[in-house]
């Protein structure tokens, strides 16, 4: 079982171990967060680390340095298209969406020089990454949805099961 570490602001900064958890609520850097705990078995009693902690002073963390990928891009969008907002499970062309489904669309296309870059790609959906081809969200009369870009912070640092304590403070 990790542990999820926050910022003072209640950003989430990593999924720690417990030891280090441990280590860091013994020497006073930490709060609990959170009530659900996990217990861990000592040699002469029993003791409980919170699941979520919280920094008590603030850590300036300025870029945290997400790589971007063709997967940290779907999840950053959390497989929603960025032109009709449709998502993982409904249906399009009288099917149900899966996450492979989804592609990665260059806002500004390749083609005319657009880069793999966060602030340059976002999630699209088949239908409208074929509309939109190599032209710019402009000239195919498709507006954006959101601006793409760059995540602050590494949320994407939490993958499999998520505790559900966690959920609270990371964008799902």
């Known amino acids: 079982m990790t542990i999820l570490l926050l910022n003072a602001s209640y950003e989430p900064l990593a999924v720690i171990p417990q030891r280090r958890a441990m280590s860091l609520i013994l020497r006073g850097r930490v709060d609990a967060v959170t009530q659900d705990a996990v217990t861990v078995q000592g040699t002469a009693n029993n003791l409980?680390?919170?699941?979520?902690?919280?920094?008590?002073?603030?850590?300036?963390?300025?870029?945290r340095g997400?790589?971007?990928?063709?997967?940290?891009?779907?999840?950053?969008?959390?497989?929603h298209c960025i032109y009709c907002g449709i998502q993982v499970g409904e249906l399009q062309k009288g099917r149900g969406l899966t996450r492979n489904d989804f592609t990665v669309d260059h806002i500004i296309a390749r083609s005319r020089g657009g880069r793999?870059?966060?602030?340059n790609t976002a999630c699209a959906c088949p239908?409208?990454?074929?509309?939109?081809g190599d032209r710019s969200p402009h000239e195919a009369?498709?507006?954006?949805?959101?601006?793409p870009k760059t995540p602050r912070v590494n949320y994407l640092i939490?993958?499999?099961?998520?505790?559900?304590?966690?959920?609270v403070y990371l964008k799902l």
Do not use: F
Not at 66 to 79: F, G, H, I, M, P
Not at 116 to 119: E, L, R
Not at 127 to 132: E, F, G, I, L, T
């Open 127 to 132: 239908v409208c990454n074929q509309r939109k």
């Open 116 to 119: 793999s870059t966060w602030g």
């Open 141 to 147: 009369g498709m507006p954006l949805r959101w601006e």
């Open 48 to 63: 409980r680390i919170p699941t979520v902690i919280r920094l008590r002073r603030y850590i300036n963390v300025p870029h």
């Open 66 to 79: 997400a790589n971007w990928s063709r997967q940290n891009v779907l999840k950053r969008d959390d497989y």
């Open 158 to 167: 939490a993958s499999g099961e998520i505790p559900s304590a966690w959920k």
